[in-house]
């Protein structure tokens, strides 16, 4: 049995999961299985793959997302310790050495993780994942949102059978929420002061649509507040209902009115003066004033369009 299952899932990744592939060949730690999980590629990530017969095994699945394709490569995982790594980034060579000797020292663990430096196709560093507070436990993650940069986390394969598996419902935010259960009973670890992984930044990546980031964030709120009784249900109720109203000013600026209005309905039926979500401190009386009174003028525009439009096509029913 090996030590260390390492998962990379690809989706129409060709150009890029060999230099992926090499950062975990390249590993001083060698007691590892590489298993990828093509999500149904079509371009030639499949010809790619076959410079490393031997060194990987290869699964084509139809494409069913991310979170599912992590997924398999659970089931399929050999190692006590999962390391996951997206085609589109790469490690440093001591990544996994690192990470195993603090699982191993520290049984209550159950993520080992560090921040990832943002580099272009040019090799520039853009800044750091995260850029601010990380959350290093379940409410920390909560409070803060902290992220967990996925191509940078070791855990435990037993994580995964005490807190489930990724959940397909939450794309772009299965990893978030992984890490909130997972840390909801083992202790996280961040590795600070070196570069375990980098994040690649280019334009194609699902984070770039901020539709499906809101939506995901939402339906990852809904989540929380229904899972955990712990949670802070004021301020992850705030969170909701700042997404639920960005994301209908995202579907009005596309014309899609209807979801604009479902989602700032949902948003005043949580909170109904929704717009104090938004009142900062340094905010004047007027300025105090006008974010309350806003989204019920967006509200009477969103149900004029709806009026006007009314088959125009939805991604939700009313």
């Not at 209005?261 to 909170?271: E, N, S, V």
């Amino acid at each position: 049995m090996v030590k260390v299952s390492v998962i990379i899932p690809t989706y129409n990744r060709g150009s890029l999961i060999a230099r992926a592939l090499n950062s975990v060949l390249s590993q001083s730690f060698k007691d590892f299985e590489i298993i990828v999980i093509d999500d149904g590629s079509k371009d030639n990530t499949q010809t790619v793959l076959n410079a490393f017969d031997g060194k990987i095994r290869y699964v084509y699945q139809a494409n069913g997302g991310i979170a599912r394709a992590r997924n398999r490569g659970i089931e399929l995982a050999k190692g006590a310790y999962i390391a996951f790594l997206d085609s589109d980034d790469y490690w440093a060579p001591e990544k996994l050495a690192v990470q195993v000797k603090i699982l191993d020292a520290n049984p209550k663990v159950g993520i080992v993780y560090g921040r990832m430096p943002i580099v272009n196709e040019a090799g520039d560093v853009l800044g750091m994942k995260p850029n601010g507070i990380s959350g290093k436990n379940f409410h920390e993650l909560l409070r803060v949102w902290g992220d967990l940069p996925t191509s940078s986390v070791m855990t435990r394969k037993e994580c995964f059978v005490k807190a489930g598996v990724f959940d397909p419902e939450l794309p772009p935010m299965e990893d978030i929420d992984m890490w909130i259960r997972i840390a909801h009973t083992y202790d996280l670890y961040e590795v600070e002061g070196k570069t375990l992984a980098y994040y690649w930044r280019h334009d194609h990546q699902i984070t770039q649509d901020q539709i499906k980031v809101h939506r995901g964030l939402v339906r990852i709120h809904e989540k929380i507040l229904r899972t955990f009784k712990e949670a802070p249900k004021t301020l992850i109720t705030k969170k909701l209902v700042s997404n639920q109203y960005l994301l209908s000013r995202l579907y009005y600026n596309k014309g899609m009115y209807r979801d604009a209005l479902y989602y700032l309905t949902q948003g005043i039926k949580h909170i109904p003066f929704a717009g104090t979500v938004f009142i900062e401190p340094s905010d004047s009386v007027i300025q105090k004033t006008l974010k309350i009174i806003k989204p019920y003028g967006f509200l009477v525009a969103c149900s004029i369009k709806c009026l006007v439009n009314p088959k125009k096509k939805a991604d939700v029913k009313l």
